[in-house]
């Protein structure tokens, strides 16, 4: 849980695998990642995987004129 909510983390931007969005069928998912070039291109990656299969999609960019890896937990401190 990540401040009452279910998360999962991705560690590092060449981690995800394509056949994780099946574990997340049928759920409400919200894509969050670094406010960087990689971060952003996976972000991407991620919701394009998770377009048919989530129940809701939602990807956020918590800092669209950043680009400095800003990240969630920057964003709750």
Known sequence: M???????????DHSWRAEWAQLLAGRH???????????RELA????????DVAQELLPVDLAPDRDDGYDLTDWLL
């Open 29 to 39: 998912v919200t894509v969050v990642m670094d406010a960087d070039g990689p971060g």
């Open 2 to 12: 990540f401040v009452g909510l279910p998360a999962i983390a991705v560690p590092g």
């Open 44 to 51: 991407e990656r991620i919701a394009g995987n998770l377009r």
